[in-house]
């Protein structure tokens, strides 16, 4: 028995984050409320909408969890402040992206929207709430925090008694497209803090569908630490095995044997080596970068410089992807039609933040391609705030030199096509029928596949030329 009852939480940001996590708590736990407040309307909006093909997020599972939890115990809503004076738990799940400017630009997390959290939750909060950190903060943010927290206690007047806090670290290892299953079944959860019966309150909660033993409890500075590392350590490998993939096709090997070798070693592992056009998503060059910036800070040059070199080699990927295209197409790209599959940074997701289709996409934009852009779940107006570039208005007529449309179907997007190039992993491209589809586009055409999703055998017996990433000739 904990002695702090956790009856309601309030969770602050109904992002990917935010949003399945705490479908999943209340799907779990149907004695605890569950309120998730957003400041963004729209977003609040859409997570109550009663078509659950309107949800915010697109997750695989994330409907039905939704549909059995929402207005029982899990509810949406604007009202941060009313939310957090009633909870005993508050959850902070804003977003935390990397600095654009000031000290730590380019490498540090920009705080601003967690300090603005924490001082709702100092202003608001009654009684003692336990505070728990959820979105991926540097080291040591959890002091940040509590010294801020700590200051709700000047607020009070005699008539009301004192709020008090306790902070904890408990990072999510979600991966997207796989949220549900990875909540509902994760390897194990962090929880780190000073409080033995703050993290047992939150420990109880997950104690109702995941077993002991797989939930580890450490100190506050390991719990933040293990988030940054564990990311890296992911990315690394990410980085390592396309580094593998240049040289495969350098020397005339090919990366899928390789990774298939070396993962058989069990010490290594069949896991995270696909290589690819280049990792994305919210959380690996953010993560990398902020343990950059914490390794330059305590001196630590080496360490700093040794993990830089992750990102730095995801960066020269996706531009070596987009030079080798254009070198393929005789050297210019200026007025071809380029078809995009996928803009997605991987299958089963609608998220775009730091897709190596964005970067990919501009370098041949800035090269004077016209692109013909497909993706299943992201919606057009979503890649014209990533380019930064709004879509011509016809799909079947893309207008001038570097610029782009928006194509609803495959078929669509490589009609009168040079080339194909497939930057997501989605299902649908395993089973294109390319005898078909070959002849929409204009010969010499190509299929560049960075995701190892196409036949080859299908593709030459098409006519197609066919490049893959990792793939060297003999
Ligand atoms: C990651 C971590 O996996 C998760 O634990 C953490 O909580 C958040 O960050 P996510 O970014 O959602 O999750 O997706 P992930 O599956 O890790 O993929 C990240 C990127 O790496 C994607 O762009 C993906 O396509 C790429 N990737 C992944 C590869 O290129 N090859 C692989 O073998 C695996
Ligand atoms: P993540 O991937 O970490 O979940 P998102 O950007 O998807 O990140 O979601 C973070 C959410 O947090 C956004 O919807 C944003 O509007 C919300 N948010 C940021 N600051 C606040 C705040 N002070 N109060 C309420 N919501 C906030």
Same mark, same amino acid.
Request: charged share 20%; glycine share 6%.
């Given at each position: ?39 963004? *309307? ?24 939704? !549909? ?161 590392? !564990? ?70 040059? *080496? ?62 934009? *800035? ?103 990792? *793939?060297?000739?003999?």
């Amino acid at each position: 028995m904990t002695i702090y009852p956790i009856k309601s939480i309030c969770c602050i940001g109904a992002g990917y984050v935010g949003g399945p996590t705490m479908a999943v708590i209340a799907d779990r736990c149907p004695h605890i409320e569950v309120t998730v407040v957003d400041l963004n *309307e729209e977003r609040i909006a859409a997570w109550n909408d009663s078509d659950l093909n309107q949800l915010p997020v697109y997750e695989p599972g994330l409907d039905d969890v939704v !549909a059995r939890a929402r207005g029982r115990n899990l509810y949406f809503s604007t009202a941060v402040d009313e939310s957090i004076a009633s909870a005993d738990m508050v959850f902070i799940s804003v977003n935390t992206p990397t600095k654009k400017k000031g000290v730590g630009a380019g490498q540090a997390s920009d705080l601003r929207w967690v300090e603005a959290c924490a001082r709702q939750v100092a202003q608001w909060a009654k009684g003692h709430t336990v505070v728990v950190e959820k979105s991926t903060l540097p080291v040591r943010t959890a002091a940040a925090i509590k010294a801020i927290l700590d200051t709700a206690k000047s607020k009070s007047d005699n008539a009301e008694p004192l709020s008090t806090f306790s902070v904890l670290s408990n990072p999510e290892f979600l991966a997207e497209g796989t949220a549900i299953r990875d909540l509902e079944q994760p390897d194990r959860v962090l929880i780190g803090g000073n409080d033995k019966d703050a993290i047992e309150a939150l420990a109880t909660i997950y104690s109702h569908w995941v077993p002991n033993r797989k939930i580890l409890r450490t100190k506050l500075w390991s719990s933040e630490l293990s988030k940054l590392t !564990a990311n890296a350590f992911l990315a690394q490998r990410i980085s390592s095995i396309n580094s593998v993939a240049a040289l495969c096709e350098a020397t005339g090997a090919d990366v899928r044997e390789v990774a298939l070798a070396i993962g058989t070693d069990s010490r290594i592992g069949p896991k995270f080596l696909d290589a690819g056009p280049g990792f994305g998503g919210s959380c690996f060059q953010k993560d990398i970068l902020n343990l950059v910036y914490l390794s330059r800070h305590f001196g630590l040059s *080496e360490v700093a410089s040794y993990w830089e070199q992750v990102v730095e080699l995801n960066n020269w990927q996706q531009n070596r992807i987009s030079a080798l295209l254009v070198q393929r197409l005789f050297g210019t790209v200026t007025g071809k039609r380029l078809a995009i599959l996928g803009f997605a940074f991987k299958a089963n997701t609608n998220d775009t933040r730091e897709s190596p289709a964005i970067r990919i996409s501009l370098d041949l934009l *800035e090269e004077g391609a016209q692109l013909a852009i497909h993706d299943p779940k992201v919606a057009s107006t979503q890649i014209a705030l990533a380019l930064g570039k709004a879509p011509s208005s016809s799909s079947s007529e893309i207008k001038g030199e570097g610029s782009w449309c928006f194509a609803t179907t495959v078929a669509e997007a490589l009609q009168g096509a040079d080339a194909v190039l497939i930057l997501t992993e989605w299902d649908e491209y395993l089973t294109l029928d390319w005898s078909s589809l070959a002849g929409l586009m204009r010969a010499p055409a190509w299929v560049f596949d960075t995701r190892s999703v196409v036949n080859p055998v299908e593709i030459s017996e098409a006519g197609l030329i066919m490049w893959r990433l990792g *793939e060297g000739s003999d």
